[in-house]
């Protein structure tokens, strides 16, 4: 069985920008919108290839359910029918997400935990999304979902999607703070690799004896250049993933060119 997916990250989405008031505004006005950045790349890859999309999380910019309406409908134009498979970040709101993507309201309003299976893979959204925890938490009550969701997936491919990082090693910014369960729940599981994105880079390495890949951003990228200053520039990439025998391959699309400087900047918030 070969399946083919796409995984990109932190889309950071709005109609209008000029109406955002985030340390981010700066930067906004000069971005190419996030939007025509994932059409460019997305040129690279043969869509009729794709058997789902994974994005992991800051769809939107602090975004309304407007925000979030329009930006299901224009990735809907680039992907058409192929099923889309989100998580969120510290830069989405759950009740608006609920309201704009998912068209429903008096829903869950506290976490956003989803399985699903496409093209015969199960897929686990882990919302790590956590108002008081910018950078990220995954509780005990987490776990427990989790739990249900792993034994739920009767032992068939899983693939487990969070927005926030989970390594200390791999960027500056701090990881998601998550309990030993949450570690030995993947270790001992049938997932069999781990999707994030937050840190706005690229990054492929192993969580819990499990492939683990970060997405690139589609939006913007930082640099840091101190503790008090960060270098911003666009730098828009994405990952086309191949899964055949047991085997993830991931083929990196965009992520090293920069195509915009924005400058430095002294951040008043996380990314």
């Known amino acids: 069985m070969k399946r083919c997916f796409l995984h990109l990250s932190d889309i950071h989405y709005l109609i209008d920008y000029t109406k955002c008031n985030s340390f981010y505004a700066e930067i906004f006005k000069e971005l190419t919108p996030p939007v025509e950045q994932i059409r460019s790349l997305v040129k690279e890859v043969n869509v009729t290839d794709i058997d789902f999309v994974l994005i ?43 309201k704009g ?24 959204s882990l919302d790590s ?24 997936s009767k032992n068939e491919p899983t693939i487990l999607l969070t927005h ?18 949450f570690i030995q729940l993947v270790r001992d599981s049938n997932i069999i690799a781990v999707f994030n994105g937050h840190t706005h880079h690229f990054y492929s390495g192993e969580f819990a004896g499990k492939p683990y890949f970060t ?12 503790d008090n200053h960060v270098y911003f520039v666009q730098r828009p990439g994405l990952t ?3 899964l055949e025998n047991g085997k993830i ?14 400058g430095i900047f002294k951040p008043k918030e996380e990314i």
């Open 249 to 262: 391959i991931p083929n990196r699309i965009g992520g090293i060119k920069i195509s915009k400087y924005f």
């Open 129 to 152: 999304s956590s108002e008081k925890h910018p950078d990220g938490m995954i509780t005990e009550a987490d776990c427990d979902w989790l739990e249900e969701a792993i034994q739920d």
């Open 215 to 226: 997405a690139d951003s589609v939006s913007f990228s930082a640099e840091y250049v101190s």
């Open 240 to 242: 086309f993933f191949c």
């Open 101 to 124: 993507w998912l068209g429903s309201v008096g829903i869950n309003e506290s976490s956003y935990h989803v399985l699903v299976n496409e093209a015969g893979i199960n897929i686990i």
């Open 56 to 98: 992991s999380g800051d769809l939107t910019e602090n975004g309304n359910d407007e925000d979030y309406k329009h930006l299901k409908m224009h990735l809907r134009e680039i992907f058409g029918n192929i099923p889309i498979i989100v998580t969120l970040g510290n830069h989405d709101n759950i009740k608006e997400f609920n």
């Open 164 to 181: 926030h990082h989970l390594l200390d090693s791999q960027f500056s910014m701090p990881r998601a703070q998550y309990p030993e369960k």
